[in-house]
């Protein structure tokens, strides 16, 4: 996992008269998943193109756990570093596995390493590998391919994986589908990523912190339970749909709004619920179970608390009553 941090950076291209980014600051923490949203010309994949310096900054600093980018060289920096585009930028003439392989063949890994390596990711990204192995990408669906290049990605087990509008090209149901596939792949492995989208339902489905971003500036960078209900601008408000709040609030999912686990915390018979279930549902079983928090279960595992005074706010911005 990574850390990654902007200090003030700026960027201006040749002869333009508004910059591009512009005195940008804020901090990823390790393991979040945050998305950059914005509409279409605010800077977002400018942004994400600077932390694996496909672009440099004119001004400020970006941080790498800690340490500036610049001081990697640029080969080495990209090797630690994962990159996922719209439209999987898969090499046509070589197989799923060669693909996938790119990264650890750079890295000087033994044949029999990467073989293990392709077969883990393929089965992870649930591309069973006995049947995609030797597939060539235009044997692929979209979607598949979308896989692969996720898994091309992860190969060299980078610590910070970028993703550019990845599902940007996908049809709805697909893209839900590879959505709760990130998902299950961050609780899994834990990485960190930052996220560009256009799409709010997205945002607000998949992000740990959303960054707004306006004309270059970051407008907001905060949880979307928090930007739902305490947007910073007119801006936020619109752009996140802040005033249809009963249809936003049916997008977010149950961790979004849950604190982490106190050391405390005793887990009480039916008052578990899962993080796919809407807060609608969460509220009703707290209800029910006349418990003070819910304990939000999955794979086995207690994962976080969802309090009554979340479900209580909530349930007031809904026009109900808790």
């Known amino acids: 996992m990574s850390t990654v941090e902007f200090e003030r950076v700026s960027l201006r291209f040749p002869h333009s008269s508004q ?3 512009e005195e940008c600051s804020f901090s990823v923490e390790s393991g979040q998943l945050v998305v950059i949203l914005g509409p279409s010309g605010c800077g977002k994949t400018t942004l994400l193109k600077m932390v694996n310096r496909l672009l440099d900054p004119t001004q400020g600093q970006i941080r790498l756990d800690g340490r500036d980018i610049r001081q990697f060289p640029v080969t080495a920096l990209r ?7 719209q439209q999987s930028g898969l090499f046509p003439h070589m197989t799923v ?3 996938v392989a790119v990264v650890p063949r750079l890295l000087g890994w033994a044949k029999e390493r990467i073989r293990e390596r392709v077969d883990e990711l393929l089965s992870l990204v649930n591309l069973p590998p006995h049947e995609y192995r030797h597939r060539y990408p235009a044997q692929l669906s979209g979607g598949q391919q979308q896989r692969v290049g996720l898994a091309r990605a992860l190969a060299g087990d980078p610590g910070l994986l970028l993703m550019d509008e990845p599902f940007g090209a996908i049809d709805a149901i697909t893209r839900g589908k590879l959505q709760e596939e990130i998902l299950r792949l961050q609780r899994q492995l834990k990485k960190t990523i930052l996220f560009v989208s256009h799409d709010v339902e997205e945002a607000l489905r998949l992000a740990d912190r959303i960054l707004v971003m306006q004309k270059g500036r970051v407008v907001q960078f905060d949880t979307p339970f928090r930007l739902l209900t305490q947007p910073a601008t007119p801006f936020v408000r619109e752009l996140l749909g802040a005033d249809d709040m009963v249809r936003q609030l049916s997008v977010l999912r149950v961790e979004t709004a849950m604190a982490g686990i106190p050391h405390n915390h005793k887990i009480q018979e039916g008052a578990m619920i899962r993080p796919q279930a809407t807060l609608r549902q ?3 079983l707290l209800l029910r179970t006349g418990a003070a928090a819910l304990t939000v279960w999955e794979d086995g595992r207690a994962i976080g608390v969802l309090t009554l005074d979340h479900i209580r706010s909530l349930a007031m911005l809904e026009g109900g009553s808790a």
């Open 19 to 21: 910059p591009a980014v």
């Open 79 to 85: 090797q630690r570093i994962g990159y996922v585009i």
């Open 97 to 99: 596995a060669q693909n």
């Open 282 to 284: 969460a509220l009703s």
